[in-house]
């Protein structure tokens, strides 16, 4: 059971810095197994629904933004990976690129605002903005119950109340 560290901010900063500087407590990292069954099932529905995520940001409907996906990186620490936000995605035959939106943990010399590019199979979680919300954070919101305080408290200042924006499919 190799551990996975998932990049909890909830509020997925869209200012995107570097620099080591530290954490603040709503980015504080959560670890979690690979096969943990609340992560795996969040994972799969966020998959399942992620076809919603690309015709809309291939749409750009007037209303919506912060169009981003959550992508499991390999680590340094070998056998390891780091699911983390990925912001300016440009969707390619296999998958995708963009840029880091967080301060990875163990990624080497990535930083926030690094350009990566990805596969499919590697996309966990998506969201997207509208009205102030965020929808989405399927694996986010599977594990509110583990973040610390300020983490919950931002999630639910900032999710939508259901991950699923109704009416859209």
């Known amino acids: 059971m190799r551990p996975v560290l998932l990049a ?3 509020g ?4 995107v810095a570097g620099g080591a500087e ?10 979690t ?24 940001h291939a749409a750009e409907p007037e209303g919506y933004s912060a ?18 936000w990925v912001v300016d995605v440009v969707r390619e035959a296999d998958g995708g690129r963009g840029r880091l939106a967080n301060t990875p943990h163990d990624l080497g010399r990535l930083q926030a605002g690094s350009p990566v590019t990805f596969k ?13 919300k965020l929808y989405g954070h399927f694996t986010s919101r599977a594990m509110m119950d583990r973040w610390n305080a300020a983490q919950r408290a931002e999630g639910l200042a900032l999710f939508a109340p259901e991950p699923l924006e109704a009416g859209v499919q």
């Open 8 to 10: 909890v901010c909830a």
């Open 12 to 15: 997925l900063m869209m200012t």
């Open 67 to 84: 169009f981003a996906l959550k992508v499991g990186l390999p680590t340094v620490t070998p056998g390891n990976e780091e699911h983390i």
């Open 22 to 31: 530290a954490r603040p407590e709503s980015e504080e990292m959560v670890f």
């Open 33 to 56: 197994a690979e096969d943990d069954p609340v992560v795996l099932a969040a994972t799969a529905k966020a998959r399942e629904t992620l076809p919603i995520f690309w015709r809309l």
């Open 120 to 132: 499919d199979e590697q996309i966990s979680d998506w969201q997207y903005e509208k009205g102030g």
